[in-house]
Each structure stands twice: as structure tokens, then as C-alpha cells.
């Protein structure tokens, strides 16, 4: 069984900055991507970021030069540096985790205020 536990999300006010952190363990085998995803009121779940165990990153458009996705590869370790965040951010932050099969963390609520 694998766990991902994320951390980090909160209430913050436009241009304010949050990092999120999602910690893997368990029988996680050979991790070959880890990102967040995102699912905002209404909407149905969106990629924010991406990256491959090599380090290859991948961002939505309209997140690129505000996040940056980042790993510590030794913890099973993702993180998401938002900075500044727009009320449009508001959502549940999901951390998915991709081996033979994809997992997913129960969410992180991150709320902008305008």
C-alpha cells in the first residue's frame, strides 16, 4: 500500500506565496512521476506541475513563473512553491504519484482571498 500525505495548504491573500509538500511511502516501487493537480469549485481536476524522477518539469500555463515543483528523490518528497497567488488558485491541492499505477493524496485545501 502506498500513502501520500500532503501538507502546507491554508488560507493566504492575493500575492502571497504557500508551499505544499507531499510525502510517499509505503510500497512505492519505481516512482516515475510525481506532481500536483488541482481541482477548483465546480471545475473538474487539472495538472498544475509535473516532474519525472530525472527531473523533467512540466507546468500548466497558468501557473508557469509563479510555481515551481521541486523533489527530494532520497524522502519520496514533492513540493510546490505557489507564489503569487491569485484568488483564480483557490482550490483542493491533490498530490498524484505514478509507478505501474498512479496514487493520489486526499488533498490540501488552498484558499486565496482577494
Known amino acids: 500500500q502506498v500513502q501520500l500525505v500532503e501538507s502546507g495548504g491554508g488560507l493566504v491573500q492575493a500575492g502571497g506565496s504557500l508551499r505544499l509538500s507531499c510525502a510517499a511511502s509505503?510500497?512505492?516501487?519505481?516512482?516515475?512521476?510525481m506532481g500536483w493537480h488541482r481541482q477548483r469549485p465546480g471545475k473538474q481536476r487539472e495538472l498544475v506541475a509535473s516532474?519525472?524522477?530525472?527531473?523533467?518539469?512540466n507546468y500548466a500555463d497558468f501557473v508557469k513563473g509563479r510555481f515551481t515543483i521541486s523533489s527530494d528523490n532520497a524522502k519520496n518528497t514533492v513540493y510546490l512553491r505557489m507564489n503569487n497567488l491569485k484568488p483564480e488558485d483557490t482550490a483542493v491541492y491533490y498530490c498524484?504519484?505514478?509507478?505501474?499505477?498512479?496514487?493520489w493524496g486526499q488533498g490540501t485545501q488552498v484558499t486565496v482571498s482577494s
Open positions: 498524484r504519484l505514478t509507478s505501474t499505477v498512479s496514487y
Open positions: 509505503g510500497n512505492i516501487g519505481s516512482i516515475l512521476i
Open positions: 516532474m519525472s524522477r530525472g527531473g523533467y518539469t
